[in-house]
Structures are given as structure tokens and as C-alpha cells.
């Protein structure tokens, strides 16, 4: 599975929208992005995944390039409670293991 | 969404005794689940994949007689933690894939159950 790059941390503002990039360049045809965040000392939540095209579901926008090489996830009026670390993976459609790398710590300020 | 329950939550105990951990689908079946281990301030990191009626799949490092992972049934895999040490402490989270949705892939994961071992 291709690897994925992400900012280390991030701070964003109550109410407004936080745009957490990621960069997956050597991403294969067959490979979906997938999102997951993790609140501390919680299990990890399923946020949002998508091949090609750019999702939205009730948590969040995902927006892949054209080119596939990257992609931004969307919170688009971040709360307190969206502070977490959030997990950028690709991983193969048949393909099982999710493998996480380091993820951006998303800090949501008052 | 789907939900996966571990328990315990947390669990203390002496250096030297087993530990099980259980993990369950409770809306879902999961031919797959996943054990991963997570040191603090750290990621998290696969230990191994547990298929329904079948031997567990191990990554590398991880030693298979010291993390016995048992999936007997399609909502129940259990890991035992087996003379347990107190570098064995860790924060210790289970998944599970959907068998209803294999092509996209959706895992599910538990709240995770903290060990220390004294």
C-alpha cells in the first residue's frame, strides 16, 4: 500500500473550517484514501473514504486531485470536539490491513 | 454506524499472569478483525489479523506464542496476553471489518482496552 505524507500538527478555529491535507503520490488505480481520526485514549473513527471522486457524508468533505497524488479532508465547522489525531491511509480496495502512519494532530481552539 | 465493544476497558495486573481481552461486533458479522497495539504518544501499530475459523496472520515482531489470538466466532476474537511483562503495557485496540461491506473496505474499531502490567 502507497504511503502517506501529513503535517505533523495543525490548529484551527472554533466554527471555522479545517482543511487537513495529505499526500499520497505513489498511490496506485485500485488504492481508496480513507480517513480516520482518533480522539485521545479512544479507538479510532471512520470518518470518510473515496477512490476518485470527492465525498461528503455528515462528518466531512473529502476532496481528491485530479491526479490522485493528494487529497484534503474537510471539517467544515471544526469544534473543541474535533480535536484529535487524524489518519490519512490507502490502502487497496481488496487489500486488508489499514496501516497508520503518524497523522496530524488537529488542535480546535476557542 | 457499526459498533465493536472490547472488554475490559482497562486492566491491571501482575507481571507474569495471562490477560484476555475480548472484542465483539455487536450489530455486524466479521469474517476479518485486526489487533493493534498503541504506546503512548505513538500510532498505532497492526499486531496481527484474525480471521474467522482460521489461524491468526501475525506482522512481523510479533511473537504468535505470546499474543494468542483466538476467533472462534463471526462477532467474537479474543487476545491473550500471555505472561504478561510490564513492558507489555500498551493501550491495546481491536477492529473489525464489515462482512457485509468487503469491497469498501470499512473497518470498525473498539475503545480499546489499556493493560498495565506491575
Known amino acids: 500500500d502507497a504511503k502517506t505524507t501529513q503535517p505533523t500538527s495543525m490548529d484551527c478555529a472554533e466554527g471555522r473550517a479545517a482543511n487537513l491535507p495529505c499526500n499520497h503520490s505513489t498511490i496506485s488505480g485500485n488504492e481508496y484514501v480513507y480517513w480516520y481520526r482518533q480522539i485521545h485514549s479512544q479507538g479510532p473513527q471512520y470518518i470518510i473514504h473515496g477512490l476518485k471522486n470527492n465525498e461528503t457524508n455528515e462528518m466531512a468533505s473529502l476532496i481528491i486531485t485530479e491526479d490522485r497524488k493528494s487529497s484534503t479532508l474537510i471539517l467544515p465547522h471544526a469544534t473543541l470536539r474535533d480535536t484529535a489525531v487524524y489518519y490519512c491511509i490507502v490502502r487497496a480496495v481488496y487489500g486488508n490491513k489499514l496501516v497508520f502512519g503518524a497523522g496530524t494532530i488537529l488542535r480546535v481552539k476557542s | 454506524g457499526a459498533v465493536v465493544s472490547q472488554h475490559p476497558s482497562w486492566v491491571i495486573c501482575k507481571s507474569g499472569t495471562s490477560v484476555k481481552i475480548e472484542c465483539r461486533s455487536l450489530?455486524?458479522?466479521?469474517?476479518?478483525m485486526f489487533w493493534y497495539r498503541q504506546f503512548p504518544k505513538q500510532s498505532l501499530m497492526l499486531m496481527a489479523t484474525s480471521n474467522e475459523g482460521s489461524k491468526a496472520t501475525y506482522e512481523q515482531g510479533v511473537e504468535k506464542d505470546k499474543f494468542l489470538i483466538n476467533h472462534a466466532s463471526l462477532t467474537l476474537s479474543t487476545l491473550t496476553v500471555t505472561s504478561a511483562h510490564p513492558e507489555d503495557s500498551s493501550f491495546y485496540i481491536c477492529?473489525?471489518?464489515?462482512?457485509?461491506?468487503?469491497?469498501?473496505?470499512?473497518?470498525?474499531f473498539g475503545p480499546g482496552t489499556r493493560l498495565t502490567v506491575l
Open positions: 450489530d455486524f458479522q466479521a469474517t476479518t
Open positions: 477492529s473489525a471489518r464489515d462482512a457485509g461491506t468487503m469491497s469498501s473496505g470499512e473497518q470498525f
